[in-house]
């Protein structure tokens, strides 16, 4: 299954979600996280790219394979898949904003922690905000590093090894990018969408519990309901990678 394939496209946008799941994009300011989630939600350069005030918000559909089987009834040889209406939260890094950003971290299970390998600055302050999203966020926080800027690799400061070692080290994920050009833009949010997924199904993270960043979606919920037929379907105002606002 292809990265691109993870993310639905705007001719099969479906009313219904299985989980819904808040994402925390952080890091330094100048790193181009907003650059990142603009690429991967729009497919194209953000540019230009004035610096983020405060927080912004978007949201896209993920459509993932499930590591459960097949719901009875289903066609023979049918693979199980999920769909996670993601919404991902951008945050300003200058030091100013802190104490308004942290706020957001609350009812995330999920992380995309950005540096720029150009900057070993950026990279030094990792640890500074993984311990405040650990502090604040989900108790089952997933979280993906990110070296971003690899097309500016003549200035690199911070080897590939040892921001992949540092990940492996503090229990997270690790992928290079370049907001740019696009390389790997899907990558971390992919890898973090599959993350929570496979720790929902395996029960470490629970939907029914207050604080773990994860809530069943419309479509449980209608599932549930389905006897009264009082939940109305509704459109997803969230954004498809290479899609538009809905």
Same mark, same amino acid.
């Given at each position: 299954?292809?990265?691109?394939?993870?993310?639905?496209?705007?001719?099969?946008?479906?009313?219904?979600?299985?989980?819904?799941?808040? &994402?925390?994009?952080?890091?330094?300011?100048?790193?181009?996280?907003?650059?990142? &989630?603009?690429?991967?939600?729009?497919?194209?350069?953000?540019?230009?790219?004035?610096?983020?005030?405060?927080?912004?918000?978007?949201?896209?559909?993920?459509?993932?394979?499930?590591?459960?089987?097949?719901?009875?009834?289903?066609?023979? /040889?049918?693979?199980?898949?999920?769909?996670?209406? +993601?919404?991902?939260?951008?945050?300003?890094?200058?030091?100013?904003?802190?104490?308004?950003?942290?706020?957001?971290? %609350? #009812?995330?299970? #999920?992380?995309?922690? +950005?540096? =720029?390998?150009?900057?070993?600055? $950026?990279?030094?302050?990792?640890?500074?905000?993984?311990?405040?999203?650990?502090?604040?966020?989900?108790?089952?926080?997933?979280?993906? +590093?990110?070296?971003?800027?690899?097309?500016?690799?003549?200035?690199?400061?911070?080897?590939?090894?040892? /921001?992949?070692?540092?990940?492996? =080290?503090?229990?997270?994920?690790?992928?290079?990018?370049?907001?740019? %050009? /696009?390389?790997?833009?899907?990558?971390?949010?992919?890898? &973090?969408?599959?993350?929570?997924?496979?720790?929902?199904?395996? #029960?470490?993270?629970?939907? =029914?519990?207050?604080? $773990?960043?994860?809530?069943?979606?419309? %479509?449980?919920?209608?599932?549930? $309901?389905?006897?009264?037929?009082?939940?109305?379907?509704?459109?997803?105002? /969230?954004? &498809?990678?290479?899609?538009?606002?809905?």
């Amino acid at each position: 299954m292809s990265d691109r394939s993870s993310a639905l496209s705007a001719t099969e946008l479906p009313e219904l979600y299985d989980y819904l799941c808040k &994402l925390i994009v952080i890091g330094d300011s100048g790193v181009g996280k907003s650059c990142l &989630l603009h690429y991967f939600l729009n497919d194209k350069i953000r540019d230009p790219s004035p610096h983020t005030i405060g927080v912004e918000f978007a949201s896209t559909l993920m459509r993932l394979p499930s590591s459960l089987p097949p719901s009875a009834g289903a066609a023979p /040889g049918a693979t199980s898949s999920k769909t996670l209406k +993601v919404q991902c939260w951008d945050s300003a890094g200058q030091e100013r904003f802190r104490s308004v950003t942290r706020n957001y971290y %609350r #009812g995330a299970c #999920g992380a995309v922690i +950005v540096y =720029d390998i150009t900057s070993r600055k $950026s990279f030094e302050a990792l640890q500074s905000w993984l311990s405040d999203a650990r502090a604040l966020a989900s108790p089952e926080l997933q979280v993906v +590093v990110v070296g971003n800027k690899m097309d500016q690799e003549d200035d690199r400061q911070v080897p590939y090894l040892e /921001g992949s070692r540092w990940a492996q =080290d503090h229990g997270a994920l690790f992928v290079e990018t370049s907001s740019r %050009r /696009g390389d790997n833009v899907e990558q971390p949010f992919i890898l &973090l969408a599959r993350a929570i997924l496979l720790a929902v199904e395996s #029960g470490k993270l629970d939907p =029914d519990k207050a604080g $773990s960043g994860v809530s069943y979606g419309e %479509r449980a919920l209608r599932r549930i $309901s389905s006897w009264s037929g009082s939940l109305n379907g509704g459109t997803s105002k /969230g954004k &498809l990678l290479g899609g538009k606002c809905c």
